[in-house]
């Protein structure tokens, strides 16, 4: 870096400095200035961009030719591999590459000392999101694994708080504080939270849990959506806030998850979220010798008794959520062969509870069962992060699963999410799980 930098800097030139030390992989002059006077150094901003350090450490390796992926693909969905004066040239290649390695370091220094792997720029794009528009993949699966790090985390302290809270007749409250103390240092010194996953160093704020794009509602939750008036047409379920529960586009998928999670006749199939019927339709011509169906939505379960399912042969119609329903299943000894999750409204939460704590206690140990993964399913490398979250959790319960990639069409040209308030996918391949006990 030609600036010398000394101690004392004046801390109106700070952002700038930090930005610019960033930008050139200056990692000693970097270090230097995550140490200094400027409240959350790592995570600073540039006015005009919105770029933060992350943001500008990844920037400086794009190619100096790049073809430009349009303002509504910024979240990464079909971000195109760099090509440099419209060919693949090697010196270019091996230019941007050790500029990537150089990037790296800075990268790590960053995330280090607390940077926030999900962050927007002006643009709504994650440091990320930017690495893999610029086809820079080392970098790229540096912040995938930061997200993954920065979930877990949150997962993990959302475990605890559920502990403490369940401590009171313990009368353990002193050492619940002592516990919780050494977790997270302090609010006014969070730079030293400590990951799960590797002990690097994050504050509070770098934990991030993932976010739906910029202009997406927040507060859609379980509680709210059971309340709420639907609007039911033919190719889509809408809620009284115009957020789409369920769309005929889905289609493709439910027939490919059907088919490979109930691959022959007879089977004993439970399905949990009816939505529009599209999966219980299509497990209906597959001649289960049981299947039933828990569906918690009053609007829902009217449409259902309109549309004949409670006087289907072999169907079971279970009226609640399934947290009530489920343990009822397997205090009945219910097993199943096939097991579909699609709720609407609820986190990644309410699915790893239901592996974790159910899925043994109603799925046969040669079962299969899948779930409608639209995880983090508005940018690529949110919903690449919850990937590599969802198999580990799985594995952890004792799962393998294997993905299926399958294209989606352009649901933005095609015109889908005209008139929606909550756009819910934006990518163009999805990744079907089929999950089974580990043999």
Excluded at 101 to 107: F, K, P, R
Excluded at 173 to 189: L, P, Q, R
Excluded at 192 to 203: C, D, R
Excluded at 323 to 336: R, S
Aim: aromatic letters at 8%; one cysteine or more; glycine letters at 6%.
């Amino acid at each position: 870096m030609d600036t010398e930098l000394v101690e004392g800097i004046d801390p109106e030139i700070d952002t700038h400095s930090i930005l610019l030390a960033a930008s050139q992989h200056d990692a000693a002059v970097l270090r230097k200035l995550l140490r200094g006077p400027t409240s959350n150094p790592a995570n600073v901003k540039d006015p005009d961009t919105g770029y933060s350090p992350l943001h500008s450490a990844i920037a400086s390796c794009e190619p100096a030719t790049s073809e430009n992926v349009p303002d509504e693909q910024a979240n990464g969905a079909t971000a195109s591999v760099p090509v440099v004066n419209g060919e693949k040239h090697s010196d270019a290649a091996t230019e941007q590459g050790s500029e990537e390695q150089e990037a790296v370091e800075t990268v790590r220094l960053l995330l280090q000392n607390g940077a926030i792997w999900n962050d927007l720029n002006s643009n709504g794009e994650t440091p990320g999101c930017l690495a893999r528009r610029f086809g820079l993949k080392i970098l790229y699966e540096i912040m995938v694994d930061a997200g993954v790090r920065a979930e877990i985390l949150l997962n993990r302290l959302d475990e605890y708080e559920r502990l403490e809270d369940g401590d009171d007749e313990d009368n353990d409250e002193e050492e619940s504080k002592e516990t919780e103390a050494t977790m997270i240092e302090g609010e006014d010194n969070p730079a030293t939270t400590a990951t799960a996953a590797t002990g690097e160093l994050q504050t509070e704020e770098s934990a991030t849990a993932i976010q739906p794009a910029q202009g997406l509602a927040l507060d859609v939750n379980s509680e709210d959506y059971l309340h709420s008036a639907l609007t039911f047409t033919n190719d889509k379920i809408v809620d009284e806030d115009q957020n789409g529960v369920m769309m005929s586009w889905e289609t493709q998928i439910m027939q490919k998850t059907a088919d490979a999670i109930a691959p022959k006749q007879g089977l004993k199939i439970l399905n949990i979220g009816h939505g529009m019927g599209i999966i219980d339709k299509i497990f209906q011509s597959k001649a289960p010798s049981a299947h039933h169906i828990i569906e918690a939505h009053p609007e829902v379960l009217r449409s259902m008794k309109e549309n004949g399912w409670y006087g289907k042969e072999e169907v079971t119609v279970h009226e609640g959520k399934w947290q009530d329903i489920v343990p009822k299943l397997i205090e009945d000894g219910k097993l199943f062969d096939a097991i579909y999750f699609d709720t609407f409204a609820e986190d990644y939460s309410a699915l790893r509870k239901f592996f974790d704590e159910y899925m043994i206690g109603i799925l046969e140990d040669d079962g299969k069962w899948s779930f409608f993964n639209g995880l983090g399913a508005d940018r690529q490398i949110c919903y690449d992060v919850y990937i590599k979250v969802a198999e580990m959790d799985l594995l952890d319960a004792g799962f393998d699963v294997d993905w299926t990639a399958l294209p989606v069409p352009n649901l933005q040209e095609s015109g889908t999410w005209n008139d929606l308030h909550r756009p819910y996918w934006s990518l163009d391949t999805y990744r079907l799980p089929v999950i089974t006990f580990m043999a």
